[in-house]
Structures are given as C-alpha cells and as structure tokens.
C-alpha cells in the first residue's frame, strides 16, 4: 500500500519560514519524480516545485528564489524549504510521487497572515 504522509505546516506571518515533509512507503521511493502542489481556496491546484529521481528541480515563477525542494532517498523523504511566505502562498500543499503511477498526499495546510 502506498502512502506519504505531509507534514510541517501551520501558521506563520508574512516574511517566516516553514518546511513541509513528505514521507513515503510503499514505492521505490528513489526512482520517483517526487513534488508538491497547492490549492487555494477557489482556485485551481498548481504545481509548486518538483525533483526528479536524479535531482533536477523546476519550481513555479511565483516562488523561484524563495523555496527549495530536495530529497532524501534514505528516508524516503522529499522536503519543501519555504521562506520569506507572502499572505498569497496560503493553501493547502500536497505532496505527490510520480513515475509510471500518480500517488497524492492528504495534504497539509498553509496559512500566512499577520
């Protein structure tokens, strides 16, 4: 069964930091295009950041220059480093893990507000 687990979001004002986790079992986690989406309220889900299995990354405009994406094969664990959050980065973020199959996260939410 395949399962991966979001974690490491909340509450922050504008201009803090949050990294969200993801924890996968179940895939060979290292051979997976690993990343994440939002979706704010009323709005389409859009792509965030993704890795691939060998550590290319691509991120959407809106956030270039303030978040990072990487991996930890070891752990099965794909990372999410966002820094200098604007109120417009509220959503909820989920993880996703891709190869020839698309597996999703439950989602994990993000609120920036002062």
């Known amino acids: 069964q395949v399962q991966l687990v979001e974690s490491g979001g909340g509450l922050v004002r504008p201009g803090g930091s949050l990294r969200l986790s993801c924890a996968a079992s179940?895939?060979?986690?290292?051979?997976?295009?690993m990343g994440w989406y939002r979706q704010a309220p009323g709005k389409q889900r859009e792509l965030v950041a993704a890795?691939?299995?060998?550590?290319?990354?691509n991120y959407a405009d809106s956030v270039k220059g303030r978040f990072t994406i990487s991996r930890d094969d070891a752990k099965n664990t794909v990372y999410l480093q966002m820094n200098s959050l604007k109120p417009e980065d509220t959503a909820v973020y989920y993880c996703y893990g891709r190869r020839v199959s698309l597996y999703w996260g439950q989602g994990t939410q993000v609120t920036v507000s002062s």
């Open positions: 890795i691939t299995a060998g550590g290319t990354t």
């Open positions: 179940g895939i060979i986690f290292s051979t997976y295009v």
